[in-house]
């Protein structure tokens, strides 16, 4: 059974779902097809009472959402909260801001007058992760419905009943059927959807594995495609950074949401005359969290999503001492039940270790010490990613130089503070392509057509 809820707290299973049939499957297509013919024809203020509505359920039903989450995939629960009020002000933002970052845009051209509109494009199919299994799908119901798309999604399969919860809240908030449809369907189904004719675009949230196989398949079909993949985030220490600044970053920065999140930081190069300084700090810092009940307010530890993913990442830091680099801390299962691991940091990698390249999602920190600013540039950029990254200095125009230099798709100077609705948010390299969040996001599967108005003498 490929949708199955089992709490990585205990190990137990919640509950297992049966992936659709031949016939469900025509039966919601042709919903979302439906309503979008509908829906592409609503105003902008008709759209958005159903998608504010939305916002505020997510809102006021905040700790029943962050519950089922915690249960499913471990966040802990205070994390979870914040991640349902996000959601909800994504779904908000969108309902608010979709007709201005959608409003015809003039041109001036030499001869009359031109603009450019934006409509919508038809059923856009979204593949989307567990680690954020409310907040990966408010960011793509929010932008594209309120741009007239409709949309069906597959969510991962341990987080069912997040996605069922999420596709409830729309229906709860008066969205027509059709407008937004969850999809339980296996990997082969999925390639089936990209290649149907109703779909005119697809956007996931992934793996690289992941995003070049449906990347593949949405470019055979001539179809548009956003790709926010994986990441290898550079967090970068120079020698006058503020450590009572830095290392409580530091530590939210590899062990939020358990370290499972694609833009966290996870390559820690720090300017040789102050590395003893911050590692002495932050290794402590990560030694004092304790594992607990993710539904534990007190709780600091949480457990990983799945055994599938603690036993993956034991498995790549093996690996990673086999190839020469030393266990500072960690690297080993906690002795409990759960899928929990130590808090770990790696040290002394040198570019032939796969641990060079890989990406580790979850609590393991790649420690790195480079003698300058200047190499701790091209350490960062020597990454087959390029999500995010961040630099640590009393010098605001300092790090804004080196920002610049960075070869990312996003950077912060002296904060990791990704939490903005009005942040476009994205990559380049293996780290995908597209934007969403912000004005951009709302950009992606909308029609851009030229209109263009002038009296000129006809042809000879």
């Known amino acids: 059974m490929t949708y199955q809820s089992t709490n990585p707290f205990n190990g137990k299973l919640v509950e297992g779902f049966d992936e659709i049939n031949a016939g469900e499957y025509e039966t919601k297509l042709a919903a979302a ?25 997510l809102h006021d039903q905040a700790d029943t959402f962050a519950k089922i989450m915690t249960s499913e995939m471990g966040k802990r629960i205070g994390e979870a909260r914040g991640e349902v009020e996000f959601s909800s002000r994504i779904l908000a933002y969108y309902a608010e801001n979709a007709e201005r970052f959608l409003a015809p845009v003039k041109l001036n ?81 999925a390639d089936k959807v990209v290649d149907d004719p109703r779909i005119k675009g697809v956007c996931l949230t992934g793996s690289v594995a992941a995003g070049q196989s449906i990347a593949a398949r949405a470019g055979k079909n001539l179809k548009v495609s956003s ?15 503020d450590l009572d600044l830095t290392i409580p970053w530091a530590v939210w920065g590899r062990m939020y949401n358990t370290g499972q999140t694609c833009c966290a930081a996870k390559r820690f190069i720090v300017v040789d005359s102050i590395a003893d300084k911050f ?10 969290l304790k ?35 030393k266990l500072l801390m960690g690297g080993k299962r906690v002795d409990r039940a759960g899928s929990y691991m130590q808090p770990s940091i790696l ?19 790649l420690f790195f010490r480079v003698k300058d600013e200047d190499a701790a540039i091209a350490l960062a950029n020597d990454s087959d990613f390029g999500l995010g990254g961040s630099v640590w200095t009393k010098d605001v125009a300092r790090g804004k130089r080196i920002a610049s230099k960075v070869e990312t798709g996003m950077m912060f100077i002296n904060n990791i503070d990704w939490s903005d ?15 969403e ?17 002038a009296t000129m003498k006809a042809p000879a």
């Open 421 to 435: 609705a009005e942040l476009p948010f994205g990559g380049i390299k293996d780290s995908g392509y597209g934007r």
């Open 109 to 189: 051209p030499t001869v009359g007058e031109a603009h450019m509109e934006s409509s919508p494009i038809g059923v856009i199919f979204g593949v989307e992760p567990w680690n954020f299994p409310y907040y990966q799908l408010a960011r793509i119901a929010g932008p594209h419905l309120m741009a007239g798309n409709t949309l069906v999604v597959k969510h991962a399969g341990i987080v069912p009943q997040c996605a069922l919860a999420f596709e409830k809240l729309l229906l709860d908030a008066g969205a027509p059927v059709g407008l937004y449809t969850n999809l339980f369907i296996s990997h082969h189904q």
């Open 33 to 57: 097809q439906t309503c979008f013919e509908t829906w592409r024809h609503k105003s902008y203020a008709e759209r958005a009472v159903i998608i504010a509505k939305a916002s505020k359920l």
């Open 437 to 453: 969040l912000g004005d951009m996001g709302i950009q992606q599967f909308v029609n851009k057509k030229l209109v263009r108005v």
């Open 227 to 241: 790709m926010e993949l994986g990441g290898s985030d550079a967090f970068i220490v120079l020698d006058d950074a």
């Open 347 to 365: 040290t002394d990698i040198k570019p032939g270790n796969p641990a060079f390249r890989d990406e580790f999602f979850g609590p393991v920190a």
């Open 279 to 288: 590692i002495e700090r932050f290794q402590a810092a990560l030694g004092a």
């Open 291 to 325: 594992a607990g009940d993710p539904m534990d307010e007190k709780t600091t530890l949480g457990p990983l999503s799945s055994e599938a993913a603690l036993v993956q990442l034991l498995k790549q830091v093996e690996t990673a001492v086999a190839n020469g680099a």
